[in-house]
């Protein structure tokens, strides 16, 4: 069967790669997701193992269409009672690109009533709409010439882990987060320090990954509900990886901020996933902190104007963190993810990659600055130009 993962632009390779350990086929990146085949086994391994992904949306059709009613026929033509039970409730959500057709909440009414049709036709019945909270999710794309249609496995979005109880100012999602720590190349063995962790998303995510801890063992998947879930498959599928987790323990995980409350919503977000003793918290000013171990990874999101202050204060912020990262931290790899294009220009160190993220619709950067002691500048020796 075909699929698309979508996930946070920026991140397609690294879903890819993670794609491919868990055993997806024919993998091909594309802007914002991945396509890959697989079976039902890959399908469920994919919703339960997969920490970048956004969704895993089974691809049921792909055709050329020229107006609304190519649309409604190619929706209609499925036999959705196969699938799931007509008391299900749905909700469809449409996206498109270059689509000539003049409304999109026109052609989301059409899918809506091809499926609703085809059900009243077979079995007598048809599902009720939720827009909240639906049982089955069905998503719409549409470009120039071509309708895809997909019917989502995972439910709500697969960066709702189950276990965060407050997100605190300007969060990230956890798959974002994810993503930003596969890039750094960071590994459980390695120290990781956060020293602006506010509501603890990073800590989060490298906890569980230093644990072995499956992103989904915590929730449940639209796929079961679907007439062919295969409930013997899928308890054997979590079974044996839950049997890899790890014990709770303390970690080279650190996590530190300048205010309480932030310190507050961290602790409660790890003790909510049952992880508060594989951290290390601390409330601090970033300012006056010193490395923890020898070497390490740092990562941090920082604040943009949210828990700080205006933009003079940011801007006085930003050098004086250079500093810190300069004369604390050699030996270190700092990576520095910021929506702030004034961030680079006045932290005073160079950075030896930058890469282009997106929050949402918002773009960023992830910048990778190499901490050598006593200078930034290359050597002869340092060709890790990347």
């Not at 059709?61 to 026929?73: F, G, H, L, S, T």
């Not at 709500?156 to 605190?168: E, S, V, W």
């Not at 993220?357 to 060709?383: H, P, Q, V």
Request: proline share 5%; glycine share 6%; net charge positive.
């Amino acid at each position: 069967m075909q699929f698309f993962a979508p996930c946070p632009r920026g991140l397609e390779c690294v879903l890819a790669e993670e794609l491919i350990k868990i055993g997806a086929k024919s993998i091909k990146s594309a802007n914002g997701g991945v396509h890959f085949k697989g079976s039902w086994q890959t399908c469920y391994q994919a919703n339960l193992e997969s920490r970048i992904a956004s969704r895993i949306l089974w691809q049921i059709a792909q055709k050329p269409y020229r107006d609304e009613q190519d649309i409604y026929n190619t929706a209609y033509a499925f036999a959705w009672h196969e699938w799931f039970l007509p008391e299900l409730t749905i909700r469809v959500n449409l996206a498109a690109i270059k689509c000539p057709l003049r409304s999109l909440d026109f052609v989301t009414l059409k899918i809506k009533d091809a499926v609703c049709d085809k059900f009243r036709k077979t079995t007598g019945k048809r599902p009720s709409i939720s827009t909240i909270q639906p049982d089955i999710r069905i998503h719409g794309f549409l470009d120039a010439q071509e309708f895809t249609l997909y019917l989502d496995t995972s439910g709500d979005a697969l960066f709702k882990r189950g276990n965060r109880k407050t997100a605190g100012d300007a969060p990230l999602r956890e798959n974002l987060a994810a993503g930003i720590l596969r890039l750094t190349g960071w590994q459980p063995e390695t120290p990781l320090l956060d020293p602006m962790c506010g509501s603890g998303t990073f800590l989060l995510e490298a906890a569980q990954i230093a644990l072995n801890i499956p992103p989904g063992s915590q929730r449940h998947f639209a796929f079961e509900k679907f007439k062919q879930f295969d409930q013997t498959l899928w308890n054997k599928l979590k079974n044996k990886v839950l049997s890899g987790q790890l014990s709770v323990s303390l970690q080279s995980i650190y996590g530190s901020d300048l205010y309480g409350y932030a310190l507050t919503d961290a602790r409660t977000n790890l003790e909510a996933a049952g992880l508060l003793d594989a951290v290390h918290l601390k409330q601090a000013n970033i300012l006056e902190i010193s490395a923890p171990e020898p070497q390490g990874v740092l990562v941090t999101n920082p604040p943009y104007g949210v828990r700080i202050g205006d933009t003079e204060s940011l801007i006085e912020l930003y050098p004086k963190l250079g500093d810190v990262l300069k004369n604390k931290f050699s030996g270190w790899h700092a990576y520095i993810f910021t929506t702030d294009p004034a961030l680079p220009k006045t932290i005073r160190l160079k950075a030896s990659k930058r890469t282009p993220l997106f929050n949402g619709a918002l773009e960023c950067r992830l910048l990778e600055y190499k901490l050598i002691a006593g200078s930034m500048r290359k050597t002869r020796n340092d060709t890790s130009t990347k």
